[in-house]
Structure formats: structure tokens, C-alpha cells
């Protein structure tokens, strides 16, 4: 009888412990964890570094190994036993769910996905989700944050890694969530994090030109975020302005909702409330419930869309707004705000762009300040290993001409300098950071929060 690749690695690691129960505490799949006395699963990836995890994790006390087929593992610095799977980046989640006992095979699951909005949308909908369903428990996993909605933990990636995920759905188990949304970046579909997933309900916010730095090309970067609604069973929710795009593989029922972006200026235009209307309409049927009600006392989201008031009358906005679409849509929203303001406010932008992405949308984001704000502040973002100079000279460039900006790398101080204008009739954008909390300069990660730092200025 020819065994499965989840027998192989099972049958391996009991023969290492002389055990044939086992459990996910016998496994480590990152070499910077703890690895003394368990089994390294370690995923197919960059071949430069893939002799340095395995090596680091020998030196840490592993067992044994289980790795892909086409990693060398000749020159490792040990004789430990070694198990080669093929394919092993596509078939690690099927292993996990073994590993962990399938642990969210009970829960609604609910996949959200696009360029802009994604994570605003999980947060909304978590928010919509407990009063529609108020005695089950909501779990959510995004770049803000992860664990049974509103008590979450911090986390660093908007997908985690495979066991990280998997992780994750365990202690959701134990805290009996019933209905998970996961927010899933393009990356972390294109790797294969989510692989093995069902799931019950998706939704597509947008798709513009982003991550091309990682994606090559526009082409790749849409079949990655396709790739939910291709396991998707019940039903996707796409909004309209995608009709036309073409979606094979799909067997879910699609829906589709209406953009948000035009409605009304004392809308928080971030909250999708023609997808929760037709959301509840689907799933919701049997409940009492007022929709517009419920939507007007949702709670803003850190960073997304956040206005802050001083006390000298400063107003500022502060958005995620990193990609060109996105931030776009916050100048057209802002631009509509002032012009039906009584006092004849004007706008100021700062914005700077992140290293080692997408340099195109430099320039564009450069031409979409231009047409929108009175008065420009360029700074830094996340430099990364670039030089900020460099960057912001390229920002400026398509600048020429104007003479309506300033270019002040230093972020808090650029924030600073945005205090005469605050306080003299001027609206601020404060884009691209949203609740970040730190920037980065090429291996120094210097501690920064917009909000904060914007609070401590106007109290």
C-alpha cells in the first residue's frame, strides 16, 4: 500500500522519537525558533539561504529533517536522518491540518482580499459580524492585528506563514470562533500559505497596480489574488467595478457590490455598506436588525481613514494610503471635504514612498499631489535599504515647476512643520504609514507612529 506524503512524514518523526503519537510541539519550522530535540519542516524558497537555515537549525539541536525534493542537502555541516518530500511547499498545510486535528473545520471561513481596503474591511466586518450574530465568537487574522475580535494581538505580517496560521486556528478552536476572517495579501496566496483552504465566503475589494516589485508584472499579481475566489464554496463578493474581469475556476456564486467611494462626505468612505447589506441579505435573513443603524456606530479603524482635532483647531487625516490608487482616493475624498467646508480650508499633503517597491508610483503619487493638494511636504516612508535622498529627489522631480512644496526627511519633523499650516486653515493628509509603528532604514527599524506623534503635538 503506497503511503501518503502525511504518512511519510508521520512514519519518519516516530521513528526518530520511537513514538507514534505526536503532536505539533514536536515540529519547528523556522530555524530562528526553538529547535533542540524536534523534527525541521523547512519550505522550498531562496536557494542561497536555505544551507544557513538548515545549519543554524543543526547547530540548535535538531532531530531530524523534512524538506523539498530539490533542496541540496549535501553540504550540511550533520547526519541527521532526511526526509525529502516532493512538492513540500504545496502539501505543508495538509500536513498541518493533520498535525493539528483539522482545527478549523467547524468555523465559517471568510477570505478578504484586493489592493485597497482589505484590511479596513476585515475590521468593519468583524465589527457588523457581532451585532448580526451576537453570540458567536469572531475571529480575525490581519496586518492589525489577530485573535477573537476586539481583543487582538499584534503581528508583523498581513498573511502569517504556514504554522503560523495554522497556530493561529488552534487557539482559535479553544476559544470556540465560530466565524474567521482571514486577510489574504497576494503574497501570501502566490505562496501557497493558504493552500488546502476552504473557504466559505470571499470578497474582492478592488484591483489596481501594486507589488510589482515582487509580482514582475500586473498579470501575476492578479491570478495571485484569484486564487481565493478559486477555493471559495458559497459565495464571492466582488465589487462592481470588476465585472469585467475574467475569473476561470470559479465555482462560488458571485455577488456584487457596490463601490463605496462616491457616497455621501459624512460617510466613512472605507466602510463597504453595500456588501454588508447584501451580505445580510444572504446570511443574515432571520435577523432583527437595522443595517444603516449598526453601520453608523461601527468604529473607525487606527490609521484607516483617521481624523485627529487639536485643540488649536488642527485637523489631520491620517492614512494607510501607500499605493497610488489608494492614495488617490484619499485626495479625491478630501478634496470634496474642503470644498463643502464654510471656512474655505485648503489641503496639505506629506507623503514620501517606500524603498525597495515599486518606484513607478513615485511618480505618481508626486502628479495625483500636484493636481490635489495647496501645499506638499515630502519625507521619508520606508526607505529600506534605498537612500531617502534618492527617493525623495525622485518624488520631487515630477514636482518641477511647483513651487508649492518642501521636502523634510526627517518624518517627525516634516509632521512638525505641518503645525503652521494645521493652525492656519489648512487640512493635512498624513499619508502612507497609517498604524505602523516604526520606519525603517536599511537594518535599523526606528520606533515612529503617525497617530501617536500627531496626538502628542495637538493636545
Known amino acids: 500500500m503506497k503511503l501518503s506524503d502525511n504518512d511519510k512524514i508521520i512514519n519518519f518523526v516516530s521513528n526518530i522519537y520511537q513514538k507514534k503519537s505526536l503532536n505539533y510541539r514536536d515540529f519547528v519550522f523556522s530555524s530562528k525558533d526553538s529547535c533542540k530535540d524536534k523534527i525541521f519542516v523547512l519550505k522550498y524558497g531562496n536557494k542561497k539561504k536555505l544551507p544557513h537555515y538548515i545549519n543554524e537549525a543543526i547547530k540548535k539541536g535538531i532531530k531530524g529533517l523534512v524538506v523539498d525534493n530539490r533542496t541540496n542537502v549535501e553540504d550540511i555541516s550533520s547526519r541527521i536522518p532526511i526526509l525529502k518530500i516532493t512538492n513540500l511547499n504545496e502539501k505543508i498545510n495538509a500536513f498541518l491540518d493533520q498535525l493539528y486535528s483539522y482545527p478549523a473545520r467547524d468555523m465559517f471561513i471568510i477570505g478578504v482580499t484586493g489592493t485597497n481596503g482589505k484590511t479596513s474591511t476585515c475590521h468593519f466586518l468583524a465589527q457588523y459580524l457581532s451585532k448580526l450574530f451576537p453570540r458567536k465568537n469572531i475571529g480575525i487574522i490581519t496586518s492589525e492585528g489577530n485573535g477573537v475580535y476586539p481583543k487582538l494581538s499584534l503581528t508583523s505580517r498581513t498573511t502569517p506563514e504556514n504554522h503560523l496560521l495554522y497556530r493561529q486556528y488552534d487557539k482559535m478552536r479553544r476559544k470556540n470562533v465560530q466565524i474567521l476572517i482571514i486577510e489574504c495579501s497576494s503574497q501570501g496566496l502566490h505562496q501557497g500559505r493558504l493552500n488546502s483552504h476552504s473557504f466559505d465566503v470571499s470578497i474582492l475589494t478592488n484591483i489596481n497596480r501594486d507589488h510589482i516589485d515582487y509580482h514582475k508584472n500586473n498579470e501575476n499579481y492578479i491570478k495571485s489574488k484569484l486564487l481565493l475566489l478559486q477555493m471559495t464554496t458559497k459565495h464571492i463578493f466582488i465589487n462592481e467595478s470588476l465585472k ?216
Request: proline letters at 3%.
Open 244 to 459: 469585467n474581469l475574467e475569473m476561470r475556476n470559479i465555482n462560488a456564486k458571485k455577488v456584487f457590490f457596490k463601490d463605496n467611494s462616491q457616497r455621501e462626505l459624512m460617510d466613512n468612505p472605507t466602510i463597504p455598506r453595500d456588501l454588508f447589506t447584501k451580505f445580510t441579505n444572504i446570511y443574515g435573513q432571520n435577523r432583527k436588525i437595522n443595517i444603516i443603524d449598526v453601520i453608523n456606530k461601527l468604529k473607525p479603524i487606527p490609521g484607516r481613514y483617521h481624523f485627529l482635532n487639536g485643540s488649536k483647531r488642527e485637523r489631520f487625516l491620517v492614512d494607510y494610503a501607500h499605493t497610488s490608487s489608494s492614495f488617490l482616493e484619499v485626495c479625491k475624498h478630501s478634496k470634496r471635504l474642503v470644498s463643502a467646508s464654510l471656512d474655505n480650508m485648503k489641503v496639505l499633503i506629506i507623503f514620501g514612498c517606500g524603498g525597495d517597491r515599486d518606484k513607478e508610483k513615485r511618480v505618481n503619487m508626486a502628479h495625483h499631489a500636484k493636481k490635489y493638494a495647496d501645499f506638499i511636504i515630502v519625507t521619508d516612508d520606508n526607505p529600506r535599504s534605498e537612500d531617502p535622498i534618492k527617493i525623495t529627489n525622485q518624488i520631487t522631480e515630477a514636482l518641477k515647476g511647483e513651487s508649492n512644496y518642501e521636502v523634510i526627511n526627517n518624518r517627525k519633523s516634516a509632521i512638525r512643520r505641518s503645525l503652521d499650516f494645521a493652525r492656519n486653515n489648512y487640512l493635512v493628509l498624513l499619508l502612507g504609514k497609517g498604524n505602523e509603528s516604526k520606519i525603517i532604514y536599511k537594518n535599523k527599524h526606528i520606533y515612529h507612529n503617525d497617530i501617536k506623534y500627531v496626538e502628542s503635538l495637538i493636545k
